[in-house]
């Protein structure tokens, strides 16, 4: 099992960026795919990015298409959520997310390890 630690999260202006971190514990790490997710108050929880154990495959919700950048870095345990142009709908607590596989996983139910989430704010 890997244990998973967000950070980075804070108050932003409208048009500010922020990186979000996710540092897993354990020595497997390059084997789980990993996702972002958030949810804001009221609302269900909701893929924001994926990416692939290797790095090579991403996705994105379309909202944050363009704005968001998601990576990571096997040597160092962590996946990363660059944020870019943030709105005040981006606000919202977020969430990293774990899953052996190969693949880039989308649905929030095929996760089996999580966070315990960051929150970020996008004041307008």
């Known amino acids: 099992q890997v244990q998973l630690v967000e950070s980075g999260g804070g108050l932003v202006q409208a048009g500010g960026s922020l990186r979000l971190s996710c540092a897993a514990s354990?020595?497997?790490?390059?084997?789980?795919?990993m996702g972002w997710f958030r949810q804001a108050p009221g609302k269900e929880r909701e893929l924001v990015a994926a990416?692939?154990?290797?790095?090579?495959?991403?996705d994105y919700a379309d909202s944050v298409k363009g704005r968001f950048t998601i990576s990571r870095d096997n040597a160092k345990n962590t996946v990363y959520l660059q944020m870019h142009s943030l709105k005040p709908t981006d606000t919202a607590v977020y969430y990293c997310?774990?899953?052996?596989?190969?693949?880039?996983?989308?649905?929030?139910?095929?996760?089996?390890?999580w966070g315990q989430g960051t929150q970020v704010t996008v004041s307008s």
């Open positions: 990416i692939s154990r290797s790095g090579k495959s991403t």
């Open positions: 997310a774990a899953r052996i596989s190969p693949y880039v996983v989308l649905t929030p139910d095929a996760y089996t390890n």
């Open positions: 354990g020595r497997t790490f390059s084997s789980y795919a």
